[in-house]
């Protein structure tokens, strides 16, 4: 072979290694035993909803309700009690936001106290509106926000002590408030980047 | 052929001023020198004292945005968590807020806080029109009846709200002082009351009765007398606490500091040190204040900030108190540590504003000196330390309380609704203290007088109560 010719074959060689090692660093999806994104979402609010329901029943509706020690407020620090439950898991999306951006997650409604927790986009909004008319199914769908496309999960959140119902139809800048134990009173959107 | 020989030699003296140019302020970013040159135009107030130390902020060369952001981060990080930051960046991770983040970036100190722009920076160094609040608040009529065709360059009057800290206005606080007096039925301050928790009232030292400088050191007469009666000498700290703190030794007379500063009052009162480099007083004392570096060979050194000096400061000051350097002793002289003092006449030996200089002839003042000489409760009197460097309860790490004095002197008035809640409402009402402290000529006046215009908050409140049937 000529001079030539090696170094032609050199440098097709030395290309092709390149584009190989660049193919190697490719999402999540394409890896052999990757997550689909509903089994990822559906796992994440699994843990959410334990955690947050066994904080709802087992701290703060009966250290409040039952046995009167302490009682959950909004403004936990001046008043010294407890965190709300709809706090605590907002503290914990917030901090989630400050570790990955894998996935993100809210607790909206269609009935907030706060308007900044009511739906945004068109998928928020019929996720809340499905989960509410469809007890016991989930809401899923894909939406792009910012320019990047997400695959959006919406889970009903249910009242699931006393405590949601009472203070939520008796706070002062409730919607509505015929709230009853059982109902679905907004939902948990969990988004995945899906690229 | 001239006039050819004559362009190039121009070509070449342009070239070399140039680079000469470039040369000059290359070395003046990376060593130092005359770096008022590089500024480029009126600082902001809260900055102008540190304007010099161009690193404090542009921490890195070529670091863009993120090394300026993690500068402000690192300083006023701790503040905005201890007031619970109302918008704090967390809040607009989420991808739902990506369309209100293209409008307004507020995860970025930045978009709202740019320095050297004095054409259009306002109160709190903000450098946004009044009404940016309207990028995504702008159905707040919706929600809020009393806010149906208010102006969004209103939203940060006085009494209303604040970006980052509404400690003092969130509705369930208003709530409760709706319809308060001006005045309570025994206005005191609150800290008056605390007591240390029993078991810490033993002696853990013994007082120290004998200075234990070395003989080599002159000690006068006054200068050791004032040293007994202060509370360094109940509390055992002798002149080596301070002077030698290698330790006192009469071999050690060369570790002798004659003027200690900061640094050794800050290997006990750490706290109290952290504070008053956090604010207007000690800033230039801050880490990080270098303003020139040393060269090779040691032909250049170090050069930090100077403390402040009255004649630097933008607010006016006494013609006397030119020239004099602002440390732990400007406040709290040198060995008797008068906190009396430190309360008032320290602050008018330097400070000539018109509120200040008010303070004299002003109601408040006229309640110290009842107290002082014995006609009032302990507690009713106040001072510029009152208001401004406000006593609080805090706690140790290791669980135990005790009282600390705040010495940040800023840290109650961005904005001054800081004061409400730690300050005012010992003895006044919310209505009034909204009323007061939006009262621009009033503070100006050191409150003699009344607040001339009424703050709709509180009213506001009330109606919202009134037609859910409450009473």
Redesign the interface.
């Known amino acids: 072979m000529t001079f030539r010719a090696k170094a032609r074959l050199a440098g097709l060689v030395s290309a092709l290694a390149i584009l190989a090692a660049c193919g190697s660093g490719e999402s999540a999806e394409t890896k052999a035993g990757s997550i689909d994104p509903q089994t990822f979402t559906d796992s994440l609010h699994a843990v959410m909803s334990a955690d947050r329901t066994i904080y709802t029943q087992r701290v703060v509706n009966r250290l409040q309700n039952e046995l009167n020690v302490i009682r959950a407020s909004?403004?936990f620090?001046?008043d010294r009690a407890l965190p709300l439950p709809a706090q605590m898991f907002r503290f914990g999306?917030?901090?989630v936001?400050?570790r990955t951006?894998k996935f993100?997650y809210?607790l909206l409604s269609l009935w907030p106290i706060n308007?900044q927790n009511a739906p945004?986009?068109d998928v928020?909004r019929r996720g809340l509106q499905f989960v509410a008319a469809n007890p016991g199914q989930n809401f899923y769908g894909e939406e792009e926000?910012?320019?990047?496309r997400?695959f959006t999960a919406v889970y009903a959140d249910s009242a699931v002590a006393p405590a949601c119902v009472s203070c939520h139809n008796e706070h002062?800048d409730t919607p509505r408030s015929d709230f009853e134990m059982g109902d679905v009173m907004g939902g948990v959107?969990i988004?995945v980047?899906l690229s | 052929m001239a006039a050819r020989g004559a362009n190039r030699r121009l070509w070449l003296l342009w070239t070399v001023l140039t680079l000469a140019m470039f040369g000059v302020a290359g070395a003046i970013m990376a060593h130092g020198g005359p770096r008022n040159l590089l500024l480029i135009g009126k600082t902001t107030d809260a900055h102008h004292q540190i304007e010099l130390a161009c690193d404090a902020c542009h921490t890195r060369a070529f670091g863009g945005r993120e090394a300026i952001e993690a500068a402000c981060r690192d300083c006023h990080q701790d503040e905005l968590d201890r007031i619970d930051d109302s918008h704090p960046v967390a809040k607009f991770r989420d991808p739902r807020n990506a369309d209100r983040l293209q409008r307004l970036d507020a995860m970025q100190c930045l978009s709202c806080h740019v320095e050297h722009n004095p054409g259009v920076t306002r109160e709190m160094a903000v450098t946004l029109p009044e009404d940016f609040c309207s990028a995504c608040h702008e159905d707040i009529g919706e929600e809020r009846p009393t806010h149906r065709g208010l102006e969004f360059a209103t939203c940060a009057n006085a009494g209303c709200h604040n970006f980052h800290d509404n400690q003092a206005l969130h509705e369930d606080f208003l709530e409760q002082h709706v319809g308060e007096a001006w005045l309570r039925q025994a206005p005191r301050l609150s800290v008056t009351a605390w007591r240390p928790p029993p078991g810490l009232t033993e002696r853990l030292v013994r007082p120290a009765r004998a200075p234990d400088a070395p003989p080599s050191i002159p000690l006068g007469a006054h200068v050791v007398g004032e040293w007994l009666g202060s509370a360094h000498a109940e509390a055992g700290v002798n002149c080596s606490g301070c002077h030698q703190p290698d330790g006192a030794d009469p071999r050690n007379a060369a570790s002798w500091i004659e003027r200690p500063g900061l640094t050794q009052c800050a290997t006990c009162h750490i706290a109290e040190a952290q504070g008053f480099t956090s604010g207007r007083h000690g800033m230039r004392l801050a880490e990080g204040m270098t303003i020139e570096w040393g060269g090779p060979f040691g032909l250049f050194r170090d050069r930090v900030l100077s403390p402040m000096r009255p004649e630097l400061a933008r607010l006016p000051m006494r013609a006397d108190a030119h020239g004099r350097e602002l440390t732990c002793n400007s406040c709290h002289g040198q060995h008797d540590f008068d906190v009396q003092r430190a309360r008032v006449e320290a602050c008018l030996s330097c400070h000539a504003d018109e509120h200040s200089l008010a303070y004299r002839h002003s109601p408040h003042e006229a309640l110290r000196r009842a107290e002082l000489a014995g006609r009032a409760t302990p507690g009713t009197g106040v001072t510029c330390a009152t208001c401004h460097m406000p006593r609080h309860v805090t706690r140790r790490p290791n669980g135990v309380e005790r009282l600390a004095v705040e010495h940040n002197q800023s840290a109650n008035l961005r904005p001054n609704e800081k004061m409400v809640r730690s300050v005012c409402l010992d003895c006044h009402g919310l209505g009034f203290t909204f009323d007061a402290l939006a009262d621009r000529n009033l503070i100006n006046r050191n409150f003699a007088g009344r607040p001339s215009a009424r703050i709709q908050t509180l009213e506001w409140v009330e109606t919202r109560m009134r037609r859910r049937g409450e009473p």
């Open positions: 909004e403004h620090v001046e999306s917030e901090m936001a400050e951006d993100a809210q308007r945004r986009t928020e926000l910012g320019g990047r997400y002062r959107v988004r980047p």
